[in-house]
């Protein structure tokens, strides 16, 4: 009853829409299958994230090392929570790195951008649920305008 | 040959009592219908018919086009339920069973339906399998032998390969009658073979019908307008008009009878006690614009 | 008196309605809530897969290709204006995953495989088939509807993930090819934002609710036909009218859901 070439045919329809959902899934929303021991997790506190979402990129000098993974409230202090998953093979940063917020272009995305801090001798390195204390929050259009606009002001007077 | 039916069935002023007359039989009649009752809507079909259908012989239904005559085969056939009355089938009430029953009893009768309904997306082998390989666990080369011998007793060996679109009218019917055969059913209930059908189809499906239950002791039932072929082949028939069982007997017999509604219907005058108007108001009145 | 006819009317409709609905629902049941039968179910699902599936691939795929061009032109002749052309890759796959892959694919699909089927089994029912197999002892619910439901729902999510697949490389070949934007960035941004369970799940979930109701109302329109010519040509023009306003009023429903938030 049925053919060998509507067996086939509807053998490569199948295979098809498969391929279009890896692409989608690997090539488009750039899954990554890695088993889960690859990441180890830090914490930031910020006042203000300004735009940054969920799967930002953390970057050294432009270099992606990770990615935000949740962004969240502290309920006691009211500042917002920052959980980065960090990649295993970028495990070497000092206790004292920073971590700033940053857009790239003028009206970009925003990403979270690692300095690395100094070493010393009794400083040791960033840990898995390790937080880093020393963050810059992001920069507010409207604030900066707000304090030009004030300066402005303090120099005509 | 039957005219044993027509010693224990009345004429339909519902004198009938089928279940006093079953003891009497040697063999009972395959299908009882007693003080049946049927609408669509507020349409009456059936008010209190009463028939029964004696195994292997050939049974007539005749009456006008929109008698409801088709009605009938799928209240036989447990389609349709009707509103009062019963329909028994070797003795099942074909209305209280559950679906399983019915269509167990199901397999055992088959239906060839006027535009013969063969499936449109396989070719008329495949049809003619397609019954015997849903129901029985053969192996496939002895369905093809049983079907080619189906096809063979049609006259339609040589078109096994064909689509039911590339063949004509006639064949189609053929080939739908193969089908029906199949599965070798003991009641083969047949919807206006005859419609539309050219003179030389006609006598092919009218010799066929005879044929095979001859052959295969079938108990058929022929629903039909087409009086010369009916009485042609029929063992037995029903008359059927105004809802009603109007006449029944013998080909012979009927044709032999007075009553004036039956020999409107098998002389084929346009009026007559079956009136050419359906009923309506005053026709004077209509026109004038009056209501009533 | 007028009034009353009025109410009554209403009521009827309502009454009308709820039957329907529930000859809907009972022919599903019926097609469905069976143990498939591996051996002889599954031809018939492969066959279906051919008639639904792989004939409506071709419309599905050009249309993808030219929707995504159409996107990434009329995007990037916005977005250069603000100087952001290198946001085209998200705009263009956002509303595709979102909403354009699952919507248009659906629609698409009620005017290619929905009006077939309704047709194909309005012919059916007209020429006596159904009643045949019924006659037959063989179950037309499970043996007409049931595979072509299941072929329905497996085949439209796979067109629709087609189609949006598609539709990116569209984008892609306008925005980069075309355009000139930088492949790198148009794939990087493209990447940092979508995301797999917000967009990618989304789609694949409306696409599988407009699968349902597809099919669906092509099956129930070809199995309650009225059995004549005009009633069939009806019933083809209602599968198309009704699923395309499902699948428009659930899409407004589901975004809802899913994004409005």
Redesign the interface.
Known sequence: ??TRK??L??G???L??????L???F?????EVKPGQSHYTLYAKFTNVGGLK????VKVGGVVVGRVTKIGLDPDELVAVVELAMDKEYDQFPETSSLSILTSG????QFLGLTPGFVMDDIGMLKDGDRIDDTHSALVLEDLIGQFLYSMKSKEN | MSHQSLSHDNQAEGETKPMEQAPMEQAKPLVEISHLGFSRGTHVIYDDVSLTIPRGKVTAIMGPSGIGKTTLLKLIGGQLRPDKGVIKVDGIDVHQCNRGELFALRKRMSMLFQSGALFTD?NVF?NVAFALREHSELPEAIIRRIVLMKLEAVGLRGAAQMMPSELSGGMQRRAALARAIALEPELVLYDEPFAGQDPISMGVLVKLIRELSDALSLTSVVVSHDVQEVLGIADYVYVLADKKVIAHGTPAELRAADNPKLKQFIGGEPDGPVPFHFPAQDYQKEMLGERD | MSVIDQIARLGRGAIDSVTGLGRAGLMLWGAIAKVPRVRKGT?LL??Q??VI??QS?VIILVSGLFIGMVLALQGYNILVG???E?SLGPMV?LSL?RELGPVVTALLFAGRAGSALTAEIGLMKSTEQLSSLEMMAIDPLRQVIAPRFWAGV??L???A??F???G?YGGHLVGVEWKGIDSGSF?S????????RQ??VN?LIKSLVFAVVVTWIALYRGYHVIPNPEGISRATTQTVVQSSLAVLALDFLLTAMMFGR
Not at chain 1, 27 to 31: L, P, Y
Not at chain 3, 189 to 196: F, H, R
Request: charged residues 10%.
């Open positions: 009853m049925l509507i067996e045919l509807v490569l329809f199948i098809s829409g498969l391929m279009a959902f692409v989608l899934v090539n488009v929303a750039n899954v969920v799967r930002s990129p003028l009206l970009g995305e | 396989m495949d | 031809p492969i066959k897969l051919y599936g792989v691939m603000f100087g952001t290198d796959a995953l497996i085949s999510p796979l067109l993930l087609m949006t697949a598609v990116i794939w941004i493209l990447q940092a934002s979508v995301e797999w967009d990618i789609c």
